[in-house]
């Protein structure tokens, strides 16, 4: 009997001995807590448990970590400091506009670490749309619902004489205003960690459900009982309650980047409702948006880790507009701090996403993605250049112009409603010129690149082959961009030209990306090895492969679709050794590399996380259907530790979501998606437009990793690729899984995806 056999047998038992078996909704299958046992050292996601609404403005989490600390909630600690509201994108660039509440009992405390209670995860609920835990110092169970820009918390107490409610607005700059006639506490928090204007605020009110029997402020620490107001460096404010045991406290929670008044505003996404009825419509919007991709499976386990991955993919990137009184579209503006109508997200790396994050948003939620659009349009207009790293403004991390690779595909996916031409003027203006305070965004070494056709090693610009790859593609984009808008050939040339910039770093010698000198010389010495130098958090077995548009361009350099798989076959086939003297210490990165025994692949980094669909390119798709599985079985769980580095954003998680889907974009602005195969029984894609994909895998037993035959709307299939056109028509795909590759299937030349070389010999 096979594992799946055995594993469907138990379950119908268990259903018989039950009476009846409980219906599971997607979000059922959802765990929060994916990610979060991490470190400095060893990243297995770097999450947090958020507690928020699809691309909402405002988190929440419980806090594990110190106020300021990146590592905000940690699986293996032991207590919680508090409840924090928080927009923190990724450790490493941390938070802004946080503050954090926690109730007590007894005589108040407002330090972070006398007040942390104990806690254990068996007594720990948490969901996307509720959370709840057991604070076992104060015998208080504390729960959360969210909506996109409030809360509602309801706190259960003991009998008490002192029952206290904390209200933190950290250090750096806070205030805090006590309203007992109103029942109220509002203040705001200035805390960040770069990428505000200066009048950067984040407003909150906390209405509570219930006189005060007391009141304090905090002030720098020292708590003045009777004041209410409190303004310094770090402003808190303490009330307090007499309750009877079990009694419950319901505070209605809303912040605001534009002011005060817009915060009670805010509050109003909670109408008249009680706690359970917004927990309901948190439950019911998180399955509306899960519902879209519909999966069948007898693997709980498998189920678990899809839908726990698609939970983070529509986290980011976050909504950083509100409603006003007159339910107009505003935002405060993170790049010039003046509030001004439209749309306005944040909190995303293109560096990450735009490999697949938001190409399945074109896929699967499109109507959000041209809010995004519209939001870029904002921020160009108000900053002058498209964000490459936000959060909430312009931030200085990774390297890259891949805002071209966002815009790009959502406008060649057929996405309108928004000012395209403006965009065009903005990715074309970050071709040639770079911020004048945040060097990540625009083009770093354009001079350089636009003039020799690489960013050369020896001109103090770091990560230069990096650059180069990445601008090349960027200039595709660009290029098929402007073709679409109708653009002149002359205008069009420069970029058509540059798309082919990927070759000035190719050494023919070793078959890899190597750093050039301005002099047209290679770097010497060179060690394939060496991570980070050339090269953004990879070495050259990584980053050789990111010529998403021109796979067979790539193929003639190495000398033909042999040899190209030889060295695909090679990044598993070498030890997971490495040089670190660029960094001087073993980053995160390299440490998930060499720990996962898959070689030199680095799947926990994005720059090669595409690499095992290029031999859907090369003739050998039956490799990419190996490696995709065991990648999915072996680094991704819906465990604390589920994911093999950091998630970045819901681009690892879209990893697994295309790949259980069974295709995936390697070149995002194609309008193709290599061909995989699928990790479920079936699948049915909801889509937009009201058309439906169906995915059927028969035979897919755990072993039966291969496709032996597959079908297209009922038709032999054998390309390696499908078109948007296929998906958005409405498409049933039929797979027919093996335990031994079919090596007959997509080794035609006409069954390769799309690669730019050969639409320019047409």
């Known amino acids: 009997m096979s594992k799946r056999k055995l594993f469907t047998a138990v379950l119908a038992l268990a259903s018989v001995c039950a009476g009846t078996a409980k219906t599971y909704e997607p979000v059922d299958y959802v765990s929060t807590l994916v990610g979060s046992e991490s470190k400095h050292s060893l990243s297995t996601g770097n999450t947090y448990p958020a507690v928020a609404m699809p691309w909402g403005m405002n988190f929440w989490t419980p806090q594990t970590g110190k106020m300021g600390d990146g590592w905000t909630y940690t699986y293996s600690a032991d207590k919680l400091r508090g409840f924090k509201q928080t927009h923190q994108p990724s450790p490493w660039i941390n938070d802004y506009g946080q503050f954090a509440v926690m109730p007590e009992v007894g005589a108040p405390v407002f330090d972070e670490e006398k007040r942390a209670s104990w806690f254990s995860h068996k007594a720990e609920v948490a969901t996307p749309y509720y959370y709840r835990a057991y604070l076992a110092d104060y015998d208080v169970v504390t729960e959360i619902a969210p909506t996109e820009r409030a809360a509602i918390m309801r706190v259960t107490?003991?009998?008490?004489?002192?029952?206290?409610?904390?209200?933190?607005?950290?250090?750096?700059?806070?205030?805090?205003?006590?309203?007992?006639?109103?029942?109220?506490?509002?203040?705001?928090?200035t805390k960040n960690n770069g990428g505000v204007p200066e009048n950067f605020k984040n407003y909150?009110?906390?209405?509570?459900?219930?006189?005060?029997?007391?009141?304090?402020?905090?002030v720098n620490g020292e708590i003045k009982s009777g004041e209410l107001v409190s303004q310094c460096n770090h402003a808190g404010a303490i009330v307090g309650f007499k309750t009877k045991r079990g009694e419950q406290l319901n505070v209605r929670i809303a912040s605001s980047f534009i002011s005060e008044e817009q915060a009670v505003e805010n509050l109003k996404e909670l109408g008249n409702d009680g706690f359970d009825a917004v927990k309901a419509l948190g439950r019911k919007t998180w399955n509306d948006v899960l519902g879209k991709i519909e999966v069948k499976s007898q693997d709980i386990d498998h189920l678990r880790t899809f839908y726990s991955c698609l939970y983070r993919s529509v986290l980011f990137p976050r909504s950083f507009y509100e409603k006003n009184v007159q339910g107009e579209i505003v935002h405060y503006s993170p790049y010039n701090g003046e509030v001004l109508p439209g749309y306005m997200f944040t909190d995303t790396g293109f560096w990450d996403t735009f490999r697949c994050l938001f190409p399945l948003?074109?896929?699967?939620?499109?109507?959000?993605?041209?809010?995004?659009?519209?939001?870029?349009?904002?921020?160009?207009?108000?900053?002058?250049?498209?964000?490459?790293?936000?959060?909430?403004?312009?931030?200085?991390?990774?390297v890259g112009n891949n805002s071209a690779s966002i815009v790009?595909?959502?406008y060649l996916c057929g996405l309108k409603n928004y000012d395209a031409e403006k965009l065009w003027e903005a990715v074309v203006h970050g071709t040639k010129a770079v911020h004048p305070t945040v060097s990540s965004t625009g083009r770093l070494g354009?001079?350089?690149?636009?003039?020799?056709?690489?960013?050369?090693?020896?001109?103090?610009?770091?990560?230069?082959?990096?650059?180069?790859?990445?601008?090349?593609?960027?200039?595709?984009?660009?290029?098929?961009?402007?073709?679409?808008?109708?653009?002149?050939?002359?205008?069009?040339?420069?970029?058509?030209?540059?798309?082919?910039?990927?070759?000035?770093?190719?050494?023919?010698?070793?078959n890899l990306m190597r750093g050039r000198l301005k002099n047209g010389e290679f770097q010497k010495p060179f060690s394939p090895l060496k991570w980070g130098d050339a090269f953004t958090e990879g070495n050259a077995w990584h980053y050789t492969w990111s010529v998403f548009h021109d796979p067979q361009g790539l193929i003639d350099l190495m000398g033909g679709k042999q040899v190209f798989n030889q060295m695909l076959d090679s990044v598993f086939n070498v030890p997971p050794l490495f040089d670190d003297s660029y960094y001087g210490a073993v980053i995160h990165e390299i440490r998930e590399m060499q720990i996962m025994n898959m070689g030199n692949y680095a799947h926990g980094n994005q720059p090669v996380q595409h690499m095992?669909?290029?031999?859907?390119?090369?003739?050998?798709?039956?490799?990419?259907?190996?490696?995709?599985?065991?990648?999915?079985?072996?680094?991704?769980?819906?465990?604390?530790?589920?994911?093999?580095?950091?998630?970045?954003?819901?681009?690892?998680?879209?990893?697994?979501?295309?790949?259980?889907?069974?295709?995936?974009?390697?070149?995002?602005?194609?309008g193709e998606y290599v061909l995989g195969a699928p990790r479920f029984d079936e699948m049915t894609l909801h889509l937009e437009n009201g058309k439906s994909v169906s995915i059927k895998a028969r035979n897919n037993e755990d072993e039966n990793c291969y496709v032996k035959a597959l079908q297209l709307n009922g038709a032999p299939y054998t390309k390696n690729y499908v078109t948007r056109t296929d998906l958005m028509n409405g498409a049933q795909f039929v797979y027919d899984m093996a335990s031994e590759p079919n090596k007959q299937r997509g080794t035609a030349e006409s069954d390769a995806p799309y690669s730019f070389s050969k639409t320019q010999k047409k």
Request: aromatic share 18%.
């Open 157 to 189: 107490y003991p009998e008490a004489e002192q029952a206290s409610f904390v209200v933190d607005a950290y250090d750096d700059g806070s205030y805090v205003k006590v309203l007992p006639e109103q029942n109220m506490v509002v203040g705001y928090t």
């Open 204 to 218: 909150f009110v906390l209405k509570f459900d219930r006189p005060f029997a007391y009141t304090s402020v905090v």
């Open 361 to 398: 948003l074109n896929v699967m939620y499109p109507s959000m993605n041209e809010k995004m659009q519209a939001g870029l349009v904002n921020a160009y207009k108000e900053s002058g250049f498209l964000p490459e790293w936000a959060s909430p403004g312009h931030r200085g991390c990774m």
């Open 408 to 410: 790009a595909d959502a």
């Open 446 to 510: 354009y001079e350089y690149y636009n003039k020799l056709g690489y960013v050369p090693y020896d001109v103090k610009i770091n990560e230069n082959v990096a650059r180069t790859l990445e601008y090349a593609y960027d200039d595709w984009c660009i290029y098929q961009f402007g073709k679409q808008l109708g653009k002149s050939k002359k205008e069009l040339e420069p970029f058509r030209k540059r798309a082919f910039n990927y070759r000035n770093v190719f050494d023919k010698e070793t």
């Open 612 to 670: 095992i669909y290029l031999y859907g390119y090369s003739g050998e798709p039956w490799k990419t259907q190996y490696w995709i599985r065991q990648t999915m079985d072996r680094m991704y769980n819906a465990n604390p530790d589920g994911y093999c580095g950091d998630e970045d954003n819901g681009q690892t998680s879209a990893w697994y979501v295309f790949s259980a889907m069974g295709f995936y974009p390697v070149c995002p602005g194609s």
